[in-house]
């Protein structure tokens, strides 16, 4: 059995001494740059914010204002939001209210702009066949026969009639010819279309005027104004003179017809001997003018009627105003509008230059409530809420889990310090109890150089051994403390290599001896006989690494071991020659 040892320098055992205290001072200034640094790492800052930042009250009285003004300018959101839907739903409802509005204000001008249009024409006819023929091709029965034929063509209607212009000097001619006399309107000086249900068998004579409107041509149901002066009235006076200067068709202001009780209003077409040119002077107007034409206008009744061709007709209220004079305006159709709802006005344009016209809508009934827009701000309100306290949840367990962390850290110190503790006071109690087993040992030793029988001699030797296995065991205990302490010391000083190898065979020379392994010392020439280190660490190295060796090795397989020095110092590998098998746990020691 060989055991050779190629190479062994004990060079780092003379100069440990030196290293670790350069190692000391390298370390001192390491430690203070790593420190600084550590500040500035990534892992550093993340300890320093959560160390300032969560887990002390201060972070949770933020947390807590930011959740309230959270919630706050959330729910501002949420009124700004139900805000703007509404208002989007108002505007809409407006919109369709202007639409609704204006279609029926479309209809009623559309339809009104008809009716003017065949007056006009009426107008044309009686110029045509009563003033430019001689004889006229019109009279009473013709004229209210084709009155009512074409009724269907003037919807708004209710009656025509037609006034011829008399001058004072043809005043008893034109009465001679019609066989009755020019009569004054009634004392009250309302308009014909006022007089349906009057008495007048026995009017007055109209007085002596330098000029006459007398009624020739009427509607079946007009005929009691067939020679009555419309020039005796003050309204119609005004229309006729404005509607001749004009040349276009000119309105009265609304009154309550006699028979119906609605308000109405009559339209005046001027009649002229020839065509004029449109930049004819009122005074060309005046002089050429032969004769007036006038339509009578149920304003209730032609709304309604408008009003029921449409759908959803009680979807809204209507009213007609006569806005001549803007402070006074007249109610021509519907109640008085009262409530504050959203309300539209549309402008009419009946042909008259002078008179003015408005329809006022709103709807009948009050705006719906604003489900959408409430329930879109609350929905948005619960959804900030969910987050605003998912955050603060978060937040608090953040904290939470940082002060648990805190804690923890603070157990975790006072385990080491009470770890550091325990292996200082183990350190103590075994040198404590180490000194005292050396005496033991001492006696021990001394009692077995004195005369003693076999059996006391066994004793001796029996508890000699347990007291030096019991000192072995004291400083494995001992140096496992000094390493956990931080305070293991390598010693310095001068042993005999060879010595030290001898005695180590000498306890395995057994154990090689039944594996059938042959063990001997080698030590170079160039290994000094004295060397300076820790013999006893050296020891426990090269005990260990052949134990496991024997260990690992075959039983009754003979073959040598070899015990190499590596480079990187006491980094062994042992061969069991034979098998050629590696140990990798050796690479440990």
């Known amino acids: 059995m060989l055991v050779k040892l190629l190479e062994l320098s004990m060079n780092w055992f003379i100069d440990a001494q030196i290293m670790e205290q350069k190692t000391d001072f390298l370390s001192e200034k390491c430690n203070l740059c790593l420190g600084w640094l550590k500040q500035f790492s990534a892992r550093g800052l993340k300890n320093h914010l959560c160390n300032h930042y969560f887990g002390t009250k201060k972070v949770k009285e933020t947390s807590r204002r930011l959740l309230f003004l959270w919630l706050a300018g959330w729910v501002l959101c949420a009124i700004w939001i139900f805000w703007f839907m509404n208002s989007q739903a108002v505007e809409k409802r407006r919109e369709m209210l202007a639409s609704m509005c204006d279609e029926r204000a479309r209809m009623l001008q559309d339809q009104f702009n008809v009716s003017m249009n065949h007056l006009q024409a009426l107008a044309i006819l009686i110029s045509t066949f009563h003033h430019s023929k001689e004889p006229s091709a019109i009279d009473q029965i013709i004229f209210a026969r084709y009155a009512e034929r074409t009724a269907f063509e003037r919807p708004l209607t209710s009656g025509v009639a037609y006034a011829v212009k008399v001058l004072h000097s043809e005043r008893e001619l034109f009465e001679r010819q019609h066989g009755w006399q020019i009569k004054k309107m009634d004392l009250t000086e309302q308009p014909p279309a006022r007089e349906e249900d009057a008495d007048l068998e026995s009017p007055e004579i109209s007085p002596i005027e330098d000029e006459y409107a007398p009624v020739i041509f009427a509607q079946d149901a007009y005929k009691h104004v067939i020679s009555v002066d419309l020039l005796t009235g003050k309204e119609d006076r005004e229309n006729i003179l404005c509607a001749r200067e004009s040349g276009k068709g000119v309105l009265t202001a609304p009154f309550p017809l006699l028979k119906s009780k609605r308000l109405g209003v009559i339209l005046t077409y001027a009649v002229y001997k020839s065509e004029l040119p449109s930049n004819a002077t009122p005074a060309?107007?005046?002089?050429?003018?032969?004769?007036?034409?006038?339509?009578?206008?149920?304003?209730?009744?032609?709304?309604?009627?408008?009003?029921?061709?449409?759908?959803?007709?009680?979807?809204?209220?209507?009213?007609?105003?006569?806005?001549?004079?803007?402070?006074?305006?007249?109610?021509?159709?519907?109640?008085?509008?009262?409530?504050?709802?959203?309300?539209?006005?549309?402008?009419?344009?009946?042909?008259?230059?002078?008179?003015?016209?408005?329809?006022?809508?709103?709807?009948?009934?009050?705006?719906?409530?604003?489900?959408?827009?409430?329930?879109?701000?609350?929905?948005?309100?619960?959804?900030?809420?969910?987050?605003?306290?998912?955050?603060?949840?978060?937040?608090?367990?953040?904290?939470?889990?940082?002060?648990?962390?805190?804690?923890?850290?603070?157990?975790?110190?006072?385990?080491?310090?009470?770890?550091?503790?325990?292996?200082?006071?183990?350190?103590?109690?075994?040198?404590?109890?180490?000194?005292?087993?050396?005496?033991?040992?001492?006696?021990?030793?001394?009692?077995?150089?004195?005369?003693?029988?076999?059996?006391?001699?066994?004793?001796?030797?029996?508890?000699?051994?347990?007291?030096?296995?019991?000192?072995?065991?004291?400083?494995?205990?001992?140096?496992?403390?000094?390493?956990?302490?931080?305070?293991?010391?390598?010693?310095?000083?001068?042993?005999?290599?060879?010595?030290?190898?001898?005695?180590?065979?000498?306890?395995?020379?057994?154990?090689?001896?039944?594996?059938?392994?042959?063990?001997?010392?080698?030590?170079?020439?160039?290994?000094?006989?004295?060397?300076?280190?820790?013999?006893?660490?050296?020891?426990?190295?090269?005990?260990?690494?052949?134990?496991?060796?024997?260990?690992?090795?075959?039983?009754?397989?003979?073959?040598?071991?070899?015990?190499?020095?590596?480079?990187?110092?006491?980094?062994?590998?042992?061969?069991?020659?034979?098998?050629?098998?590696?140990?990798?746990?050796?690479?440990s020691y």
């Open 284 to 587: 060309q107007r005046i002089k050429t003018a032969i004769g007036y034409l006038g339509g009578i206008f149920d304003i209730e009744s032609l709304v309604d009627k408008l009003l029921h061709q449409l759908a959803c007709k009680h979807s809204i209220v209507v009213n007609v105003y006569d806005t001549t004079d803007p402070d006074r305006p007249i109610s021509m159709y519907g109640s008085t509008m009262t409530g504050t709802g959203i309300y539209h006005i549309s402008t009419l344009h009946f042909g008259d230059p002078i008179r003015k016209h408005e329809m006022h809508c709103r709807f009948k009934q009050k705006a719906p409530l604003p489900w959408l827009a409430l329930t879109t701000s609350i929905g948005t309100l619960v959804i900030a809420l969910l987050v605003g306290y998912i955050f603060h949840a978060t937040v608090s367990r953040i904290a939470k889990v940082e002060d648990d962390y805190r804690q923890m850290m603070e157990l975790k110190k006072q385990a080491e310090a009470a770890d550091v503790a325990k292996s200082q006071f183990l350190a103590t109690v075994s040198h404590e109890i180490r000194t005292p087993m050396n005496g033991v040992l001492g006696m021990l030793q001394m009692l077995m150089d004195t005369d003693l029988d076999m059996t006391q001699d066994d004793y001796v030797r029996t508890a000699h051994a347990s007291g030096k296995a019991l000192v072995s065991l004291i400083n494995e205990v001992l140096d496992q403390a000094k390493i956990e302490s931080g305070k293991l010391e390598l010693e310095a000083v001068p042993f005999d290599l060879r010595a030290v190898l001898d005695d180590i065979l000498s306890l395995f020379y057994g154990k090689a001896q039944e594996k059938g392994l042959e063990l001997a010392v080698f030590v170079s020439d160039q290994v000094p006989e004295v060397l300076i280190g820790d013999h006893g660490r050296i020891r426990q190295i090269i005990t260990n690494l052949i134990a496991n060796s024997i260990k690992a090795s075959i039983q009754f397989c003979p073959g040598e071991i070899f015990i190499l020095k590596l480079p990187d110092m006491l980094r062994s590998v042992f061969a069991v020659h034979g098998e050629r098998t590696y140990i990798p746990d050796c690479a």
